[in-house]
């Protein structure tokens, strides 16, 4: 390998990243959705000029690793996409995740050079609500026109100039126009600030030196998938679990996975996973992608090494079209990106702890617990939209208990503060706790589950996604199981009727939604 200068390189991994995190700062800190201004539902990323990822702010899992499909599916629409040029999508089946996630791309020029082009800036944001069948757009569907707009490649903006028609069809097709204006306002304010930065970093360096450590930076993480390979004994190593079920009837969906080490890279194959499913568990490959890539590099000993396209060159990863893990359209795909890429992880990290015994932990509570209360406000506020994620227990490790009440794996957002929620919502947080003992026993023990229960203040429809209300987060080494979630409705009857793990129905002014959230599994005997 041809010197270099190991200072630089990580100055220009600590650079790029930083370019990922200031567009992440400014969407946050401009959207008018608590979704995304408080919860921080949103990912940023940089590419190189050949559309391969380089760096990437700390967000969301689930959104970093497909994101790259879709700045490929952008480029490829769009060959000639020219300065100022700014493309919006949100298609699953077009590198997106689902529908909620638009993902916006943006072609960087050299400022002095503006026809050399240096890169690509990317981010994804979780919409509140872009129409579908229920309110949130997380509905129960049986095929993905149900759940939304769908939004292919489109230039959103053309040569600086924003095509308020595609704006106007985005916003209209939303319960919640004006919210939904100003959260993709937002993060076009992030594209903006993005591309600069790096023009910033192009004029500062060279754009020859920029390219050059672009490169080095993914060989870096390149090496780093190929330590980890290195680690691990030959062989084939399995592992199966399921997702509970797909809310119209199809129960115990196998996930099934193999890991298979091999001189130069690391096969995933997931042959002999279920079919597609009539519901919205059925996750596209992108999601499954993003899954293992997340993996993977969770597991890379390197704490400096990059989260980029160098990992991905060392993993293959094996697909059959039509399965719950590689979704043909128009399957519905709404709870393949928050549940079913879940328990990718879970199945893919089980495979692990059978070829490198004490590296992986046993499994976290498994869900994101989705959340979508919509209806009218009756403070004069028109329509509303809520939508949130919450969080349980993580999985224990082999040296440690794991956290209570946080978010894991694939989603990496916060909770939205009952201040915020209460102040922008008719809703009412009556309680918020650790949900204590639900972590699986242990050497080292699981950690808890979360109890949250809203109080609704106006009528309205209520969607709940959810996992791990049938199987239990395993534990691994001996250790025990984590606890099983529920979900529960109050009624004004004080009535308290026990909910599925994927629901949608109308509630009355004054009842209440109740989560208990899975508690993470145990590790070793204790």
């Known amino acids: 390998m041809a010197d270099y200068d190991p200072v630089l390189l990580e100055i220009m991994n600590s650079l790029l990243s930083a370019v990922a995190e200031e567009m992440g700062a400014a969407?946050?800190?401009?959207?008018?959705?608590?979704?995304?201004?408080?919860?921080?539902?949103?990912?940023?990323?940089?590419?190189?000029?050949?559309?391969?990822?380089?760096?990437?702010?700390?967000?969301?899992?689930?959104?970093?690793?497909?994101?790259?499909?879709?700045v490929a599916a952008a480029i490829k629409r769009f060959p000639q996409l020219a300065d100022g040029d700014i493309v919006a999508l949100n298609d699953?089946?077009?590198?997106?995740?689902?529908l909620p996630d638009i993902t916006m791309v943006s072609p960087v020029f050299g400022a002095a050079e503006p026809g050399h082009l240096l890169g690509y800036v990317a981010s994804r944001a979780h919409h509140a609500d872009v129409g579908g069948i229920a309110p949130g757009s997380m509905p129960l569907a049986t095929e993905l026109y149900q759940e939304g707009l769908i939004v292919p490649p489109v230039l959103l903006q053309r040569g600086g100039e924003l095509d308020e028609g595609v704006l106007d069809?985005?916003?209209?097709?939303?319960?919640?126009?004006?919210?939904?204006?100003?959260?993709l306002s937002a993060q076009l304010s992030a594209q903006r600030l993005?591309?600069?930065?790096?023009?910033?970093?192009?004029?500062?360096?060279?754009?020859?030196?920029?390219?050059?450590?672009?490169?080095?930076?993914?060989?870096?993480?390149?090496?780093?998938?190929?330590?980890?390979?290195?680690?691990?004994?030959?062989?084939?190593?399995?592992?199966?679990?399921?997702?509970?079920?797909?809310?119209?009837?199809?129960?115990?969906?196998?996930?099934?996975?193999?890991?298979?080490?091999?001189?130069?890279?690391?096969?995933?194959?997931?042959?002999?996973?279920?079919?597609?499913?009539?519901?919205?568990?059925?996750?596209?490959?992108?999601?499954?992608?993003?899954?293992?890539?997340?993996?993977?590099?969770?597991?890379?000993?390197?704490?400096?090494?990059?989260?980029?396209?160098?990992?991905?060159?060392?993993?293959?990863v094996v697909t059959e079209p039509g399965s719950v893990v590689d979704a043909r359209f128009p399957a519905a795909v709404a709870a393949g990106n928050v549940e079913t890429s879940q328990r990718i992880?879970?199945?893919?990290?089980?495979?692990?702890?059978?070829?490198?015994?004490?590296?992986?932990?046993?499994?976290?509570?498994?869900t994101m617990n989705n959340v979508t209360i919509g209806g009218t406000d009756p403070r004069g506020g028109g329509a509303f939209a809520y939508y949130e994620t919450i969080g349980g227990g993580m999985g224990?490790?082999?040296?440690?208990?794991?956290?209570?009440?946080?978010?894991?794996?694939?989603?990496?957002?916060?909770?939205?503060?009952?201040?915020?929620?209460?102040?922008?919502?008719?809703?009412?947080?009556?309680?918020?706790?650790?949900?204590?003992?639900?972590?699986?026993?242990?050497?080292?023990?699981?950690?808890?589950?979360?109890?949250?229960?809203?109080?609704l203040l106006a009528d309205a429809t209520v969607t709940i996604l959810s996992?791990?209300?049938?199987?239990?987060?395993?534990?691994?080494?001996?250790?025990?199981?984590?606890?099983?979630?529920?979900?529960?409705?109050?009624?004004?009857?004080?009535?308290?009727?026990?909910?599925?793990?994927?629901v949608t129905f109308d509630a009355r002014r004054g009842e209440r939604v109740r989560i208990e959230t899975p508690g993470g599994g145990g590790y070793g005997t204790q």
């Not at 069809?169 to 959260?183: C, H, K, V, W, Y």
């Not at 082999?398 to 008719?426: F, I, K, R």
């Open 467 to 502: 996992e791990r209300r049938e199987g239990a987060p395993y534990g691994l080494a001996g250790g025990a199981d984590g606890a099983r979630g529920a979900n529960r409705l109050l009624r004004l009857s004080d009535e308290d009727v026990e909910l599925p793990g994927k």
């Open 169 to 183: 069809l985005i916003t209209r097709n939303s319960r919640t126009p004006g919210e939904r204006l100003g959260d």
């Open 92 to 98: 699953p089946y077009a590198g997106g995740s689902h």
């Open 345 to 366: 992880v879970d199945a893919v990290l089980g495979a692990f702890s059978r070829a490198l015994p004490g590296k992986a932990p046993a499994a976290s509570q498994g």
């Open 194 to 316: 993005g591309a600069r930065r790096l023009q910033e970093l192009a004029e500062r360096h060279g754009r020859g030196v920029l390219a050059e450590y672009m490169g080095r930076l993914q060989d870096y993480a390149e090496r780093a998938a190929l330590a980890l390979l290195a680690e691990m004994p030959r062989g084939r190593f399995e592992f199966a679990d399921t997702v509970d079920d797909d809310g119209f009837g199809t129960r115990e969906i196998a996930i099934r996975v193999a890991v298979e080490p091999r001189d130069a890279e690391l096969l995933v194959d997931f042959t002999g996973s279920a079919r597609q499913v009539r519901g919205g568990l059925n996750a596209v490959r992108s999601v499954t992608l993003s899954a293992v890539y997340y993996v993977v590099r969770c597991l890379i000993d390197d704490p400096a090494a990059p989260a980029n396209a160098g990992i991905f060159r060392r993993v293959r």
């Open 27 to 70: 969407l946050g800190r401009t959207a008018y959705s608590p979704n995304i201004k408080e919860r921080r539902d949103y990912s940023c990323a940089v590419f190189d000029a050949g559309g391969a990822m380089v760096a990437q702010a700390a967000h969301i899992p689930v959104h970093l690793g497909a994101m790259p499909m879709s």
């Open 396 to 455: 224990a490790s082999a040296t440690a208990d794991g956290l209570s009440g946080v978010h894991v794996h694939m989603t990496n957002t916060l909770n939205t503060p009952a201040e915020a929620l209460e102040y922008a919502y008719p809703l009412r947080v009556t309680e918020y706790a650790l949900r204590r003992g639900s972590g699986g026993d242990g050497a080292q023990r699981g950690g808890d589950g979360l109890i949250r229960e809203i109080e």
